[in-house]
């Protein structure tokens, strides 16, 4: 079971960045999927979460409106799609799947994460 995070990098104020995560070793079409971050000295925090027949998404308040989250379970991919980036959204982003997560916001109820890619927005 892995997840491999992409799509990382600079951007500026305002601008967008697409994150993707590439499952292998389990159909995570029966996994519910997240995206959390991690910005330097505070706590990972959940982003945004997606149940398993890509359907209901969730959001934290941060982010809602600007970012979307989306999955394609034939090609075993997760996507974050982040729009009008804000400094503080500056962080390592993580994707995590869990076989039986009842509230998408719990982190401790996903089973796997990945090892993230870096988000920097900065001009």
């Known amino acids: 079971v892995r997840l491999v995070e992409s799509g990382g990098g600079l951007a500026q104020p305002g601008g967008s960045l697409r994150l993707s995560c590439a499952a292998s070793?389990?159909?995570?079409?029966?996994?519910?999927m997240s995206w959390a971050r991690q910005a330097p000295g505070k706590d990972r925090e959940w982003v945004a979460g997606?149940?398993?027949?890509?359907?209901?998404?969730y959001y934290a308040d941060s982010v809602e409106v600007r970012f979307t989250i989306s999955r394609d379970n034939a090609k075993n991919m997760l996507y974050l799609q982040m729009n009008n980036l804000e400094p503080e959204d500056t962080a390592l982003y993580y994707c995590?799947?869990?076989?039986?997560?009842?509230?998408?916001?719990?982190?401790?109820?996903?089973?796997?994460w990945g090892q993230g890619t870096q988000v920097t927005v900065s001009s």
């Open positions: 997606i149940n398993r027949d890509e359907g209901d998404a």
């Open positions: 995590g799947a869990g076989r039986w997560v009842v509230d998408a916001d719990s982190l401790a109820e996903y089973d796997v």
């Open positions: 070793g389990f159909p995570c079409s029966v996994y519910a």
